[in-house]
């Protein structure tokens, strides 16, 4: 029976090849959007499910309060590991991370052989000081050395087996134990042992462990602030596993008790807090609130609309495939009649008819495998480093194509399956196929999917306007300073001042500069710089101020305006502040000049205001402009305003390799690095990018997959019209007439549509808008412009056929009357 079912659908297929084509079409687009989707977020749920109970893994963070501004921070104080392994109970392991302060490398030198010179790695990422607990935390496989000695002792290392061949590559795996690595030309540790790489999506990225209890041997004990209770930084890390049973909440009340013993000024008053949090191993790869050093995080918000988008691109499918099914059903009446005359049940043609479905459905399948490596490079800038597509090795791959198969064929065939079933044999062999009240039914359902479909795709044109428009506005508007041909770059960390004011100097002389500065962040950064500073005559005013500082050049580099006073004179330290016209606004001062002479308490220090400058973007724009202080002092950052740029850019390139000649011949072990503001601005709006390059994707496929069914309609409705059409051209009607009446109930069904889509979409664009506080407006000329471009696709998809049909000679259509 299935045999024949199977024989049916194919010859189905091959007599509707034009209809059959638009569902395979239209399903092997929806399916492979599905597809990649698929791979992108079950690589991302995939994070961390490896290890042994880790529902009981967390890591200890951080969450604070400074003058009533909420922040959260990875970084923990370090001597808070030991306090937690001898004064907390219910915790099973206590696992502290480290890493190497700055950008979390370390130059590491290898002595292969005692008469050559040290094999030298300049900037070796992924390596951390933790204890033999870490290995309890994470089933790592032993090469060599043991889990429970290999750390126990100070200056020893234990690598990944990947680490162990880039450092010894001619050694096996037994000479390796022994060898010692030198880290920062001042560390010197002893490999006690090997283990395999993890090969698992998890956020522990280390290959390469040193024992730590290495730290409190070496002057990374005060670098690291082995016994500071009231400061902590980024890469000092605390992970815990609690015992069974135990509720993190309780664990929690004991971390407060221990914070409050050993840091009294932690909670001083409501405006200032701080409090330890146990964040679930399952959350560190999705909250942004608590970004590792050097981790990535992963975004649930775009994974759940990526979801949302494979489901309405299935959809669109599958309402292609049950418009022209029902379309078409009048065509396989008589066959129907006859199965039901010679004994076939409902059940059986249902069967039957899903059957049809399933052979379409596993061709579009097949179909979206040889698409799929094309839509993964469309989403590239989606998919996660680590993503790949192989089919014969991840079976996940292969039981999600065959369940989502099953589930589209279901979806796609059962109401057609349905209708074409219930014909009655003795109507259909009567020629009276289908009642009035059943045409009218499946002509209202076809209308209702088609406005369904156009719906879609003008909800998502509309909001891919809004938001390049909101992109467009943040990229491009005034940032209250110059932007353009503006580069910086940071020194290493330097003892020796006049070293960097050399390079200051030399960099000033360069013809193709217009002036350089050093200084701290730049006006507008990623990073966010607040600071505690209190006026007398109101000492009740908790302001969140942000500060900045720079030499006297600073704010020439940036052309930022002084709206009264002066710059700030050359220093080495803080002794005077310029601060902007909100902070001014703030302090209760009518006039910029009112401010001036004004005494500001900073660090126990009173600081004079010897100017006012105008207000500029000092963060994103869905952030308000803060009160801001500028202090004239030095810095590692270099801000370099470049002269105008000729036409074939060789005035920026030239300039900027003077610039690094001049960087290396100061710091020749260091890499120069440099970065355009505008880049770095634009770098601010990331993740709106990325939501506007996945609506222009998903606009794009939405439109075609709708533009096929509207297609494959009005090839059925002319077919099914050819006599209608020649006798109206016989009798005078002419072309333009014609495709009038053949286009006009479809337009209606896109003009309907964008009825309906526009205020969804207006809904949709101003909430989005709110997370703005300088925002777009939402203009009429947008879904002026969104109406109008899917009413010419949609005449445009039209013409195709009807013009055709309008244009044929009446005498074929007639000639069988």
């Not at 719906?455 to 990229?475: G, H, M, P, R």
Request: aromatic letters at 12%; a positive charge.
């Amino acid at each position: 029976m299935i045999k024949n079912y199977l024989k049916i659908a194919l010859r189905n297929f091959k007599v509707n090849k034009a209809f059959s084509m638009i569902n395979v079409f239209g399903l092997s687009i929806g399916i492979s959007a599905a597809l990649v989707i698929f791979l992108i977020v079950h690589y991302e749920f995939s994070f961390d499910k490896f290890e042994k109970d880790n529902d009981r893994i967390y890591r200890v963070v951080i969450d604070a309060k400074f003058n009533g501004t909420e922040g959260h921070s990875t970084g923990v104080q370090a001597p808070l590991s030991n306090a937690v392994q001898n004064e907390v109970t219910g915790v099973d392991l206590t696992v502290p991370v480290m890493q190497f302060q700055g950008d979390a490398t370390a130059k590491v030198s290898i002595l292969n052989n005692k008469n050559a010179a040290p094999v030298t790695f300049k900037k070796q990422s992924d390596i951390i000081f933790t204890n033999p607990q870490y290995f309890e935390l994470l089933d790592y496989k032993w090469i060599a050395g043991s889990p429970k000695t290999s750390l126990q002792n100070p200056f020893s290392v234990v690598l990944s087996e990947s680490r162990a061949r880039q450092y010894f590559s001619s050694l096996p795996v037994t000479d390796i134990i022994g060898k010692q690595i030198t880290y920062n030309d001042d560390i010197t540790a002893t490999v006690s042992g090997i283990v395999k790489d993890l090969n698992q999506n998890t956020s522990f990225k280390a290959t390469e462990f040193i024992s730590y209890a290495t730290i409190s041997q070496t002057h990374l004990k005060d670098q690291f602030m082995m016994d500071v209770w009231n400061d902590w930084m980024a890469y000092s890390q605390l992970y815990v596993k609690l015992a069974k049973g135990i509720d993190p909440a309780k664990t929690e009340v004991q971390l407060k008790h221990l914070l409050n013993k050993y840091d009294k000024n932690a909670n001083k008053d409501a405006a200032n807090t701080l409090a330890f949090h146990l964040q679930p191993l399952s959350d560190i790869h999705f909250n942004k609130n608590y970004p590792a050093v050097g981790g990535r995080i992963a975004d649930k918000s775009m994974l759940y609309g990526l979801l949302a988008i494979a489901a309405f691109l299935l959809l669109l499918g599958c309402i292609n495939f049950i418009n022209l099914t029902t379309a078409l059903a009048s065509q396989r009446a008589k066959e129907i009649g006859i199965r039901k005359t010679m004994g076939s049940s409902k059940k059986n043609l249902v069967f039957q008819f899903l059957t049809e479905t399933f052979v379409i459905t596993t061709i579009a399948t097949l179909l979206s495998i040889v698409l799929a490596p094309f839509l993964l490079k469309m989403f590239s800038d989606f998919i996660p480093p680590g993503l790949h597509f192989d089919l014969l090795h991840q079976p996940a791959i292969i039981a999600f194509l065959f369940l989502l198969t099953i589930f589209v064929s279901f979806l796609s065939g059962l109401y057609p399956a349905l209708i074409l079933s219930g014909f009655k044999p003795v109507m259909v062999l009567k020629n009276q196929a289908v009642s009035t009240s059943v045409t009218t039914r499946n002509a209202w359902v076809r209308k209702t999917l088609t406005v369904s479909q156009f719906v879609i795709a003008q909800f998502f044109v509309i909001a891919t306007l809004i938001v390049s428009k909101q992109i467009n506005y943040s990229i491009n508007s005034d940032m209250g300073f110059s932007k353009n041909g503006i580069i910086t770059f940071d020194t290493p960390q330097d003892t020796v001042a006049t070293r960097r004011q050399l390079l200051l100097n030399t960099i000033n002389a360069v013809p193709e500069v217009a002036v350089a500065s050093t200084g701290f962040f730049s006006p507008a950064d990623e990073g966010v710089a607040f600071t505690n500073i209190s006026y007398a005559r109101k000492k009740d005013l908790k302001a969140n101020v942000q500060i900045r500082w720079g030499d006297p050049n600073y704010l020439k580099v940036y052309e930022i305006k002084l709206l009264a006073g002066r710059d700030v004179e050359a220093s080495d330290t803080m002794k005077e502040f310029i601060i902007n016209y909100t902070y001014s606004k703030l302090l209760g001062f009518q006039t910029p000049q009112n401010a001036l002479g004004k005494y500001l308490s900073f660090n126990g220090k009173l600081m004079p205001i010897v100017g006012v400058m105008q207000d500029f973007h000092e963060q994103s724009t869905h952030s308000v402009i803060d009160p801001l202080v500028f202090a004239g002092s030095s810095g590692s950052t270099f801000h370099i305003r470049l002269k105008p740029n000729n036409p074939d850019g060789l005035e920026w390139k030239n300039g900027i390799s003077k610039i690094e000649k001049a960087f290396k011949e100061i710091y020749p072990e260091a890499d120069f690095s440099y970065q355009f503001i505008d880049e770095k601005i634009a770098n601010l709006y990331q993740s709106e990018q990325r939501t506007a390059l996945l609506l222009k994707w998903s606009t794009g496929l939405a439109i075609l997959i709708s533009c096929l069914g509207l297609l494959g309609l009005v090839i059925f409705t002319s077919n099914s019209r050819t006599k209608e059409i020649g006798v109206r051209k016989v009798l005078g009607a002419s072309v333009m007439q014609i495709i009038s009446i053949l286009s006009t109930d479809f337009v209606r069904l896109v003009l309907l549509a964008f009825v309906i889509a526009a205020p969804v979409a207006w809904w949709a664009s101003y909430r989005w808008l709110r997370n703005f506080a300088y925002r777009t407006n939402i203009d009429w000329w947008v879904f002026v412009l969104s109406g109008s471009l899917m009413l010419v696709l949609a005449l445009i998809t039209l013409s195709i056929q009807t013009i055709k049909a309008a244009t044929a000679n009446p005498v074929k259509s007639l000639r069988s009357e």
